[in-house]
């Protein structure tokens, strides 16, 4: 009697929440201003520079009210941009422990998750932010990385599509998909 294989990633529930993305309504404490952006983000030329654009949703999905909050999580970040992982771990914790619905500490755990290699984590934290917010263009491409990194390529397509939809500026997504059309797959 053989083991049983472990089982794979479980990616379909998350899968499902990206295939909703276009029609799902974000959080309502989430600032206003970011539908505007997003209208400005979807423009094939928008009138300002996208970069201008993107910092501006970053900088709003980073922001909250609560000082501490905004305090904790420039830590985070800092400690995830120095790559000192054991000590964001427990800031971003924290984060979601206090603060459940703010879409961006899950998304920066979920990218933690998967930086450390701990999918089955980052898919969770990823369903979260998509809960939460699902203009997310970040934590949808974050999927499509780790339906990548398991060979889950239709999924990674798909995802990368819809990540595109919100953001169409992601040149490297665009590359990425580009290397993922089906004249470009080799069977090995």
Known sequence: MTSPLPSPLPIDPVFQLVLEVPVRTPCPD????LTNLFQE????????????IEDQIWALWSS????IAEETMAAAVESLSSGSLKTARPLLDHLVAMYPDWPEAW?????LASIEKRDADSLLDIAQTLRLEPRHFGAVAGFG???LRHGHLNEARAAFQIALGINPHMEDLRDMLENLSPHHLMLH
């Open 107 to 111: 998304n920066k755990r979920a990218m």
């Open 64 to 67: 909250h009210e609560d000082r």
């Open 30 to 33: 989430l600032p206003r201003r």
């Open 41 to 52: 983000l979807a423009l094939e030329e928008p009138p300002r520079p996208v970069e201008e």
């Open 145 to 147: 990385n780790l339906c």
